[in-house]
């Protein structure tokens, strides 16, 4: 296992539209977590996982997003009706327990 | 309310120097504390994590120091060197919450 993997890198999308990226973590780590980083700011917290139980969400997370981690293994991450305040990078991170984190390269969301 | 501010947000530094970044975070009941690094457009990098009944952890040229009771965290980077060119973040860990500052954009001039 060489690290975490996103999926996509990148995406451009139409207001209005819906999107999800995929995140697929260090294997033997039980916990994920989605970030999102906008220019020049450090990454927000959005939600994360331990396996399959969504411990925690941001207020961040309207009601349009929508996280998933159906086996504990890979994760989802959903927006619905997308609006341009929604153009950000997408991080994800995983560790086990609550030790080091370890990020993926990212998807960056440009909606236009 | 838990914040955490890095200062200072640019710093310009020729080869060859020794740097400190610093991170300093509100309420001290933390349970760890990581440096990250992050080059344009790309994810972050682990640098280094502390726990809380750390003081400090080093890596190769870097070295972390945490002092929770004043909310304070250093990274000091010895004989810097052009690829150290980069933001680095710092992310503090509460029981409920993980912050990160707004980073550091560190630039070597060869």
């Known amino acids: 296992d060489t690290g975490v993997s996103q999926d996509p890198r990148h995406k451009i999308t139409k207001r209005g539209q819906n999107v999800t990226f995929r995140c697929d973590p260090i294997?033997?780590?039980?916990?994920l977590y989605w970030y999102r980083q906008t220019l020049g700011q450090g990454p927000e917290f959005l939600t994360y996982f331990q396996n399959e139980a969504q411990l925690e969400k941001s207020r961040l997370l309207s009601d349009r997003f929508s996280a998933e981690r159906p086996k504990g293994s890979f994760s989802t991450l959903e927006i619905q009706r997308t609006e341009q305040g929604d153009s950000a990078m997408y991080l994800c991170a995983s560790s086990f327990q609550g030790y080091e984190q370890y990020f993926g390269p990212g998807t960056r969301l440009t909606v236009t | 309310k838990q914040e955490v501010t890095q200062i200072p947000a640019a710093l310009s530094v020729p080869e060859g120097e020794n740097l400190v970044l610093n991170c300093s975070f509100t309420?001290?009941?933390?349970?760890?504390l990581q440096w990250f690094r992050q080059d344009p457009g790309k994810g972050l990098t682990s640098l280094l994590l502390?726990?809380?009944?750390?003081r400090e952890q080093t890596s190769g040229r870097l070295n972390a120091s945490l002092d929770k009771s004043s909310g304070r965290s250093t990274l000091y980077i010895a004989a810097s060197q052009p690829g150290d060119s980069a933001t680095y973040l710092c992310?503090?860990?509460?029981?409920?919450?993980?912050?990160f500052g707004k980073g550091t954009r560190l630039h070597i001039l060869p």
């Open positions: 502390i726990q809380s009944s750390q």
């Open positions: 294997s033997e780590h039980n916990r």
């Open positions: 992310a503090v860990r509460w029981e409920d919450k993980i912050i």
């Open positions: 309420d001290s009941a933390i349970y760890n």
